[in-house]
């Protein structure tokens, strides 16, 4: 136990519960160390669910929780976890809370949970989970890690929510479809804001590459790239 | 370093744990989940005949969805010889383990709608896509030649290409107003056409860039619905 002793001192200073610290941890993931753009984790499931906003915004927060609360957990846990088995308790406490997720998404919305079938039980393989769990929960405490835990899923959810925004609306000319915030922006018939079947608009078409998870992996390198053209820190990072 | 005794004590204390949470969630929540795997496969049936209904089946609530099934529709399950099997429901069939089974002992569901313009039958027919199993519904009018509505569902055909049997409403509704026989009576079924429908009456147009998926439906609708001619027989 000598390495836990040595990253927590005897004497417990008080500390801040939402201090300069606690606010990077949640602020860093959105910018300078984004799960997706600077660490590069969780591509896998970022090509896959982006070609429509709703899924996206339903796994970015199924992502968000098994992130916080497997941190929580992991950290909670960190002490009397034998270092030998350290990887398969983390999958144990992961698979479970995506467990969790499924069942609940299963009762809760049926038809997002059919289109996003088998994505849901890959986020046991997420990178971004393990790599949290491996390099921040481990070391710790709980209310930190758990934050580390949001923060990182929000980084993750922001670019698999804009990629998925370009996607759709190039793709399919709708945003937000199979939500009830449907809306139909450009397309071929009249039900759309933009009707693209006479008039000026009658060369436009639908980008079907848009609907291919090939878009993705554009989008998402056009994005690291104004990403690090913008803040000239992360030049030097990889 | 902990000890061999420890870890094991650790590892089944951790995962009897999460066993029984889980197990309990599970059962606590089959209900509901059996539930709306009902209603989602009632509003695959019901989108078929979307035409005759008036209504999107998208805004329907679950009880209205329930409702219909419970007033309007008949469920029927035949054998491959056209006879009506008593005792089983048309929605308890599941046409993907039917698939499995060998031609002559297979059962189809019939769901028949008593709509204002006369009955409506639905059949269900299954069969490959590109990369997975295709399926889909077809209502047919009381003649049981003229197509009143189709809906198509994939397993997993590619986004934007296969997959557009069921994402674009436009490739479902072209089936409506087909002819299944030809005017002598012979069966000619539906085909979905590369490069643009010729016969006005048993041909659609097929979707550029899936040519393997819309020959999987092609090939779905002759088979899927030759099985249900016994049946068609009786009713005429």
New interface residues.
């Given amino acids: 136990m000598a390495e836990t002793a040595v990253q927590e001192p005897k004497v417990k200073t008080q500390e801040p519960l939402f201090g300069t610290k606690e606010r990077k941890l949640l602020i860093d993931p959105l910018n300078e160390n984004n799960p997706i753009t600077v660490q590069v984790l969780g591509i896998c499931s970022a090509l896959a669910v982006t070609s429509l906003v709703y899924p996206s915004v339903v796994m970015a927060i199924a992502v968000i929780f098994v992130l916080a609360f497997s941190n929580l957990f992991t950290s909670l846990l960190r002490k009397s976890i034998p270092k030998q088995v350290r990887m398969i308790v983390q999958l144990v406490i992961i698979a479970s809370l995506v467990t969790v997720v499924e069942l609940t998404l299963k009762a809760v919305n049926f038809e997002v949970y059919k289109q996003l079938s088998v994505f849901i039980g890959l986020i046991i393989t997420n990178c971004i989970i393990m790599g949290r769990l491996e390099a921040f929960a481990m070391a710790n405490r709980p209310w930190r890690s758990f934050l580390d835990g949001i923060g990182n899923g929000l980084g993750y959810g922001a670019i698999l929510i804009v990629v998925a925004l370009f996607r759709e609306l190039f793709g399919k000319g709708s945003l937000f479809a199979g939500s009830p915030l449907e809306m139909k922006i450009i397309g071929p018939s009249a039900e759309y804001w933009l009707n693209s079947t006479n008039g000026w608009l009658s060369w436009y078409q639908n980008n079907n590459l848009m609907v291919l998870s090939g878009a993705a992996m554009f989008i998402i390198g056009i994005i690291i790239w104004i990403h690090r053209s913008w803040n000239p820190k992360l030049v030097d990072v990889s | 370093?902990?000890s061999t005794r420890?870890?094991i004590f650790?590892?089944l204390a951790?995962?009897g744990v999460?066993a029984l949470?889980?197990s309990l969630?599970?059962t606590g929540?089959k209900d509901?989940?059996d539930r709306?795997?009902a209603?989602?496969n009632k509003k695959a049936i019901l989108s078929a005949i979307e035409n005759s209904l008036e209504t999107e089946v998208k805004s329907l609530s679950d009880m209205e969805i329930m409702e219909i099934f419970e007033q309007n529709i008949e469920q029927v399950v035949v054998d491959m010889k056209g006879q009506v099997v008593s005792g089983v429901l048309a929605e308890e069939i599941d046409m993907a383990r039917e698939r499995k089974k060998p031609e002559s002992q297979r059962r189809l569901p019939v769901y028949i709608y008593n709509g204002n313009d006369g009955k409506i039958y639905i059949i269900s027919v299954r069969g490959s896509g590109l990369w997975d199993e295709i399926w889909g519904s077809i209502a047919l009018e009381d003649d049981l030649n003229t197509v009143a509505g189709a809906a198509f569902d994939h397993q997993g055909e590619?986004?934007?290409?296969g997959a557009e049997i069921k994402d674009n409403p436009s490739f479902a509704s072209q089936f409506i107003g087909k002819k299944l026989y030809e005017p002598d009576g012979d069966f000619a079924s539906i085909t979905v056409r590369k490069g643009g429908a010729r016969d006005p009456l048993h041909e659609v147009d097929g979707i550029s860039?899936a040519t393997v998926t819309a020959d999987g439906v092609t090939e779905m609708l002759e088979r899927g619905i030759k099985y249900y001619q016994p049946y068609f027989e009786t009713v005429k």
Avoid: K, W
Wanted: charged share 5%.
């Fill in positions: 370093m902990h420890y870890i650790f590892v951790l995962t999460v949470l889980l969630m599970s929540l509901i989940h709306n795997e209603i989602y590619t986004p934007g290409l860039g």
